[in-house]
């Protein structure tokens, strides 16, 4: 969103969030007409562009927030198996369990006392921790993915509220245009006759 954000009469201020422009509430049509200097078409087309800015960003936000929705329970399910690992350790009891070898297909495993895990850090990359070092990164990385989840709800709404704004400032414009062009209708017909 590299267009330059253009100044209005409104009362309030332009604000940023996270690099998402903020959108300024028109009160007066013609002030912002004559400050931006442009003709009501091309302020159309500037407030459509910014919108379509606006819906391109909250698709890319939504895919994010998708992602992590996602994540969540899988670092969580991970924390419950290291904890029943943790809880089997020492008790001389196997574990046995059922896992995902790929989509649908499934082995059954015998696990006995373990000290370690092995975690997928991606990129085919997987690296072995013991059953603390597992718990504390799998914690660290969960409160990190909920903590990122509450920033992108938050910038979801800014979002939210900058392409209402922008709407209604859309509405305010096209209706200012229109009865400027009654007005002059009128004053020709007053004219004429």
Same mark, same amino acid.
């Given at each position: 969103? +590299?267009?330059?954000?253009?100044?209005? /009469?409104? /009362?309030?201020?332009?604000?940023?969030? *996270?690099? &998402?422009?903020? +959108?300024?509430f028109v009160?007066?049509?013609?002030?912002?007409?004559?400050?931006?200097?442009?003709?009501?078409? /091309?302020?159309?087309?500037?407030?459509?562009? *910014?919108?379509? =800015?606006?819906k391109l960003v909250e698709m890319k936000l939504l895919a994010q927030q998708r992602d992590l929705q996602a994540k969540i329970p899988d670092i969580e399910k991970c924390l419950d198996v290291v904890a029943t690992l943790q809880a089997k350790k020492g008790t001389g009891e196997a574990l046995t369990t059922d896992f995902e070898v790929s989509e649908g297909i499934y082995s059954r495993a015998c696990i006995e006392d373990s000290d370690?895990?092995?975690?997928?850090?991606g990129a085919n990359v997987m690296l072995e921790y013991s059953c603390e070092e597992a718990t504390a990164l799998l914690q660290k990385n969960l409160d990190n993915a909920k903590a990122s989840l509450e920033v992108l709800v938050a910038d979801l709404q800014f979002l939210r509220?900058? !392409?209402? &704004?922008?709407?209604?400032?859309?509405? *305010?414009?096209?209706?200012?245009? !229109?009865?400027?062009? *009654? &007005? =002059?209708? +009128? +004053?020709?017909?007053?004219k004429d006759s």
């Open positions: 969103m +590299a267009s330059p954000s253009p100044s209005s /009469s409104s /009362s309030s201020m332009v604000t940023e969030r *996270r690099g &998402i422009p903020g +959108a300024q009160e007066d049509v013609q002030t912002y007409l004559t400050q931006l200097g442009l003709d009501v078409n /091309s302020a159309l087309a500037f407030l459509q562009e *910014r919108l379509q =800015q606006y370690s895990v092995c975690l997928w850090l509220d900058q !392409v209402t &704004i922008t709407q209604v400032t859309i509405a *305010r414009v096209y209706n200012w245009d !229109v009865h400027q062009r *009654r &007005i =002059q209708q +009128a +004053a020709a017909t007053t």
